[in-house]
């Protein structure tokens, strides 16, 4: 029993919810925030994107199949190559494991919706515009040809001088503010709105692995959008980060990209891990053994992977200290996945074992997982790795480990909960032939080229002699490719038709212990009646009739008196239920917003500077007004359940999910900046032919003025925001513009110090770096004033007061992370290298 209203929900209020929550009918349905539905996209375009990645990979092997064939030119099979790989690591299996999560994390945590719902919504039309603009240079013909990690000095305009690596470029950038956007949402809805009573301890293994995954993204992916930002600036306005002549160096193209790649193995790995320890515990009738040690060890994953970069470097020439480092490193992250392995077999073990059809997949997993994992050892050695580099050999222990550990689970799991979306049941014969299709297909596929990989073919070649040795090797890895492609089929087609022909499915058909399986199948968009409590971390083994007692309102929220989409804030770590939540309902800001951004994309790559400077203008305008209407809100009123609970509304507290999704933006924006940071110290140590001038490019003394005047305005925000929360606003309005004021007079001064800057950024790496820090620091000043006009303009509405002391309070972090990167930006990039001295 709870502290919240009792009574049964009359179908009144039942009906009342299901209008509050629904999409809007016809094309309204574009503008829909509701998590279930986004997520649902994010896995139908994945598995659209996926399909045709598995066509390009069907032509690849038809090329191999026989040596010395002329099917495909070499141009034509260096770009499906290159796009087969794209689109199997961008569009495909992040963007499918987010869909799955985004759809699975509020209905495990016992919510209503993910906390920033058109974030949500903004991150699927960019992931779908980006992965068109990518495709499109497909099908003109002019896809990029360097590969899916588009190495440079093969990426640049010099021998990629066409636009498809601007394509690439411009669209993968489109698909990571995606992601980011993802990793943010599922960071803070995890943290801060689980059910009343789910303590950090009581959560479900699989929301630990997505929150850890989501961390991940927020670090791991800033460092590729910046190479790509850099990389594409060379190409578009000549700025030399990448070429030796002008200072810059192409291994750093390398390092920013697999700072970001290798992380992003285990961001792939990590979901469908969580979808395993999901799944062994129901179909073994028991707990997970060692719940403690599997969360540490996916702590300690998701740590360790990111200094494993250079695991993918061993071969360009490194001192042989780093490759001793990073050679044990890489063979270090073994021990937490042997962790998490050692519990799913613990489990099965000592449980009772029901061989139904979603486990068969996760068998097959195991297997595969496990010989991938011991190749990936294989690989960290130092001599092996040198003997085996850009062979065939690599590019099986990457299937081995991307598609036996991740593609099996995410099969696993989409039967699994498929009974959650469409209440039928799959087909345990066609899912079974369809299983041992693709078991088969791709062990002959891909285990054969492990022979193929150690005889000396290598990768990435469209041909090959006769006689090598290698001819049977690649006809039957190009037959068993088939094999699987026929078994993917069967698996799609069941998938598929299981929603006309499948069997009704019964209330938690699979007896299974998490929440998603309290409710109705399929759910209401608004998830559960009324919110659970939770006891323990198997609640539906621990209280089988607690489904019942939640449609019988015996939780929280029961009724929809405010008329709002209401959700519980709870606190990070005990679950203690804090404030009542007013979620955004259906908004076309996102799909606005996302288009004029696809505006901006499309302009760069056409070249129309000026149509670009305008689209993005209308992006910023469009972003600015969802920021208003967003949090605008003048209903101060809470409905009779919530105040009952003497629960405050978001508006009317000093903390919440928008204060912690700030911060969570702000670790993304700071992990960008240390890529920039390393970038900078890296041409500085190793570039061969790095050269900076023996004084700085900007007087010292009107940086350390632009300086103070950025503190002021600090202590100026800082100290209205405290006065706010103390329950004091007198003068709020006359502080703020004069914080403006402030922010204003700094901005000036920076931008007039970065017009009379000297830079020759096409022709010095060094004044090209400079160039993107100022214009880095430009765009924060710039917008941390924007925001403080902003809060003062709603401070004059009404909408910000010692009633509502809440908005301030978010936009604060944002005011000392700038003061923050501007004064380190000062020290690192204009004051220390003028006490090293010139380096020429």
């Not at 594409?232 to 700072?259: C, I, N, S």
């Not at 760069?604 to 500077?609: A, P």
């Amino acid at each position: 029993m709870t502290d919240a209203k009792k009574a049964i929900p009359s179908a009144a209020d039942i009906n009342k919810l299901a209008q509050i929550w629904a999409n809007l009918p016809g094309w309204g349905s574009l503008a829909a925030v509701n998590h279930s539905t986004i997520g649902l996209r994010f896995m139908v375009t994945g598995m659209v994107f996926f399909l045709i990645g598995g066509v390009l990979a069907m032509l690849i092997r038809t090329q191999l199949a026989l040596p010395e064939q002329s099917i495909i030119s070499a141009d034509v099979y260096g770009q499906l190559f290159s796009m087969h790989g794209s689109v199997m690591m961008f569009l495909f299996a992040i963007p499918v494991l987010e869909g799955v999560a985004i759809y699975l994390i509020p209905k495990m945590t016992g919510s209503r919706d993910l906390l920033f719902p058109r974030i949500s919504a903004l991150g699927y039309y960019c992931y779908l515009f980006g992965g068109i603009i990518i495709m499109f240079s497909l099908v003109l013909g002019i896809a990029p040809a360097s590969g899916w990690f588009m190495y440079t000095p093969l990426s640049s305009s010099e021998f990629s001088p066409g636009p498809g690596s601007d394509f690439w470029l411009l669209g993968i950038t489109f698909v990571e503010i995606s992601a980011m956007a993802a990793g943010i949402e599922l960071t803070v809805s995890i943290l801060c709105s689980r059910a009343k009573g789910m303590t950090l301890s009581r959560m479900p293994l699989f929301c630990w692995y997505i929150l850890v995954m989501a961390l991940m993204i927020v670090f791991g992916f800033p460092p590729l959008i910046l190479a790509s930002i850099l990389l594409e600036l060379e190409r578009a306005a000549g700025m030399p980060f990448f070429t030796v002549a002008a200072g810059g160096d192409p291994l750093l193209w390398q390092h920013l990209f697999w700072l970001f790649g290798h992380p992003e193995v285990y961001i792939i790995f990590l979901p469908a891990a969580g979808i395993v320890s999901t799944l062994i515990p129901v179909f073994s009738g028991r707990p997970i053994v060692g719940y403690r040690w599997v969360v540490i060890g996916i702590i300690l994953t998701g740590f360790i992977s990111f200094g494993l970069w250079v695991h993918h470097m061993f071969t360009v020439g490194i001192p042989q200290l780093a490759q001793a480092f990073f050679s044990v490193a890489s063979m270090l992250v073994a021990v937490p996945t042997a962790i998490q392995v050692f519990a799913w077999l613990a489990t099965l073990w000592y449980g009772k074992v029901v061989f139904r059809l979603p486990m068969l997949w996760i068998c097959g997993f195991l297997l595969i997982f496990v010989c991938g994992g011991l190749t990936g050892v294989m690989l960290a050695l130092v001599p092996f790795n040198w003997q085996v580099h850009d062979t065939h050999f690599v590019v099986a222990h990457m299937h081995y480990v991307l598609v036996g550990g991740m593609f099996f689970p995410l099969i696993a799991g989409l039967y699994y909960w498929l009974p959650l979306v469409s209440g039928r049941m799959p087909s345990e014969k066609i899912g079974r032939c369809g299983f041992w299709l693709t078991f088969t297909g791709f062990n002959l596929t891909f285990l054969l080229m492990h022979l193929t990989g150690l005889l000396g073919m290598p990768r990435r070649v469209y041909t090959y002699e006769a006689g090598l040795g290698w001819d049977w090797l690649n006809l039957l890895s190009s037959v068993g490719s088939f094999i699987m492609a026929i078994g993917v089929a069967m698996v799609l087609l069941d998938l598929l038709l299981h929603f006309w022909f499948g069997k009704r499915a019964s209330a938690n058909p699979w007896h299974a212990d998490t929440l998603e399986w309290a409710m109705d199948m399929p759910p209401a968009q608004y998830n559960f009646a009324s919110l659970p409590v939770v006891t323990s971390r198997q609640p539906l083994w621990h209280d089988p009739t607690l489904p019942q007692r939640i449609a019988a309102g015996e939780g929280g929220m029961a009724d929809s008196a405010s008329g709002r989409r209401e959700n519980w804030g709870t606190s990070a770590v005990s679950a203690r239920v804090q404030q009542t939540l007013h979620l955004p309902g259906n908004s076309w800001w996102p799909l606005c917003s996302a288009l004029a951004l696809a505006a901006v994309c499309i302009s760069l790559l056409c070249r129309w500077y000026p149509l670009a400077l305008l689209a993005a203008a209308g992006a910023l305008v469009l972003l600015l007004c969802w920021s208003w209407h967003n949090g605008a809100n003048l209903q101060p009123a809470a409905s009779p359940a919530d105040a009952k609970l003497a629960l405050p509304l978001e508006s009317q507290s000093t903390d919440g999910p928008g204060r912690w999704g700030m911060v969570v933006t702000l670790l993304a924006n700071g992990a960008l900046f240390m890529a920039l940071l390393f970038g900078w110290f890296y041409l500085w140590t190793a570039a061969p032919q790095w050269s900076a001038p023996a004084d700085g490019p900007l007087p010292v003394t009107l940086l350390l003025l632009c300086g103070a005047l950025a503190s002021v305005a600090v202590w100026q925000f800082n100290r209205l925001s405290v006065q706010l929360a103390d329950g004091q606003d007198s003068h709020l309005h006359r502080q703020l513009w004069l914080c403006v004021l402030t922010g204003s007079a700094h901005f000036i001064l920076l931008l007039s110090l970065f017009m009379m800057a000297p830079l020759a950024y096409t022709s010095s790496a060094h004044d090209a770096v400079i160039m993107v820090i100022l214009l880095y620091l430009l765009g924060h000043a710039g917008l941390a004033v924007i925001l403080t006009m902003l809060q003062a303009l709603r401070v004059a509405r009404g909408y910000v007061s010692k009633q509502r002391p809440y908005e301030p309070q978010v936009v604060k972090p944002f005011w000392f992370y700038y003061l923050a990167v501007y004064w380190l930006s000062i020290a690192l990039f204009f004051i220390l290298p003028l006490g090293w001295g010139p380096v020429l």
